[in-house]
């Protein structure tokens, strides 16, 4: 049973900084997998945000968080990471992680997903 659990998420001024966390478990990964991040803001559709492949540690952004937002994994630990930076009030959402293969920025190839970590940025 393939289990992701976030951490990390909270409220912040415009400007500043969060670093979400992904644990998982249950997964034994291999090369076409990814992890990514997406994200929902009220009254939208859940967008990509991020996606690393696994094993290669490739990455890929969404041209909105292109230079700010930093993904990462920890392989040793099997947890995946966004380091948020200079955070606008547009980036306020349910931040959600989620596992599958071939993905990249497809929510379709995703089948594993967190219970979501609210991120709220003031103006």
């Given at each position: 049973?393939v289990?992701?659990?976030?951490?990390?998420?909270?409220l912040?001024?415009?400007?500043?900084?969060?670093?979400?966390?992904?644990?998982?478990?249950g997964?034994?990964?291999v090369?076409?997998d990814?992890?990514?991040?997406?994200?929902?803001a009220p009254?939208?559709?859940?967008?990509?945000?991020?996606?690393?492949r696994?094993?290669?540690?490739s990455?890929?952004?969404?041209d909105?968080?292109?230079?700010r937002?930093?993904?990462?994994?920890?392989?040793?630990k099997?947890?995946?990471?966004?380091?948020?930076?200079?955070l606008?009030p547009?980036?306020?959402?349910?931040?959600?992680?989620?596992?599958?293969?071939?993905?990249g920025?497809?929510?379709?190839?995703?089948?594993?997903?967190?219970?979501?970590?609210?991120?709220?940025?003031?103006?």
């Amino acid at each position: 049973q393939v289990q992701l659990v976030e951490s990390g998420g909270g409220l912040v001024q415009a400007g500043g900084s969060l670093r979400l966390s992904c644990g998982v478990s249950g997964r034994t990964f291999v090369w076409s997998d990814f992890m990514g991040w997406f994200r929902q803001a009220p009254g939208k559709e859940r967008e990509f945000v991020a996606a690393i492949r696994w094993i290669s540690g490739s990455t890929s952004y969404a041209d909105s968080v292109k230079g700010r937002f930093v993904i990462s994994r920890d392989n040793t630990k099997n947890t995946l990471f966004l380091q948020m930076n200079s955070l606008k009030p547009e980036d306020t959402a349910v931040y959600y992680c989620a596992v599958g293969r071939g993905g990249g920025a497809l929510e379709r190839a995703y089948n594993y997903w967190g219970q979501g970590t609210q991120v709220t940025v003031s103006s």
